[in-house]
């Protein structure tokens, strides 16, 4: 084999649950892929969630973090579990990864939503209004009314008790997420919708202007506005209107929890964490399954197309990321199913053999 031009550590997080299944499979993709395209990745398997817990009494051992923020990507299985959900000691394994990122400042969260032609039964939307459907939604992750002060309770001028919580978004927070968001539009179909409530919030107000501004440096993208009442409308009234999404942090919490139902495969569904230099953090958007772990029934695409999102967005290996996204799809053509998509008539797998059927196809073997 040729001498690997570009060398990437990748550290992997296997975590609980169905994590390290999905993680092995994804780790071979990557090695398959990457002998193919001459580069070569040096693996680092570190633990996190419920399995640090279980070994060193936290959630993200400091070696661990350390790890993540020097390798080039990061790429998570699962976390949690009925193991760790009653902890006494309120450690719980999903504080870990709050931490993390934090710990690797990831300010945008990228969440595609594509109905696969193979899948598009899944769907919970009439098949003439899944067909097609392909849209990234991109959320700001670490701003907004989840992290604004003032918060908390208090009692109002009648003594009566409220709670309270405040929306801001300074300037650069707004930037950078739109950055990232017109990046990614140029990647794809070089459409970008921003929702906001600019009619009712300041903040909203804030977010139009600054996007408005950040439009002028990508002038091949074109850019339209929505506010989320009306988006949440349009997204199951027609979903194909829309290439990327981006949107403030409890919008796009909501947004695209709703977006990932139109598309119905919970284990198809990948997921990208960026910040502005460093390791971004992939994983798919599924939990750690406690119900399947352990059992070979797991669907290890997510985390495969994950993976492929490691490689496009977080190291710009274009190629290798192509090459891993068309072998899930003629996988899905050659008919092999895991059990949570599958239907009559097709090739009911478990999470290994999915596995090895997608070694073949990024192998040409099939
Ligand atoms: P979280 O841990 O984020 O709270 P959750 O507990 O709400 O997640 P999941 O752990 O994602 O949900 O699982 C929800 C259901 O979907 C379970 O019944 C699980 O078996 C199924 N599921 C999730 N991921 C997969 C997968 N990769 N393959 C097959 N089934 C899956
Ligand atoms: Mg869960």
Redesign the pocket.
Known sequence: AAQPSKSYTVTLLPGDG?GPE?ISVAKNALHLVASLEGIEFKFKEMPMGGAALDLTGVPLPEETLSAAKDSDAVLLG?I?GYKWDNNEKHLKPETGLLQLRAGLKVFANLRPATVLPQLVDASTLKKEVAEGVDLMVVRELTGGIYFGKPRGFSTNENGEEIGFNTEVYASHEIDRIARVAFETARRRHRKLCSVDKANVLEASMLWRKRVMEIALEYPDVELSHMYVDNAAMQLVRNPKQFDTIVTNNIFGDILSDEASMITGS??MLPSASLGESGPGLFE?I????P??AGQD???PL?TVLSAAMLLKYGLGEEKAAQRIEAAVLSTLDRGYR?G?IYSAGLKLVGCKEMGEEVLKSIDGKV
């Open positions: 169905i999905v699962a949690g919970i284990g798919p599924h939990g750690s399954a119900d399947i029934k797991a669907n997510a895991t949570d």
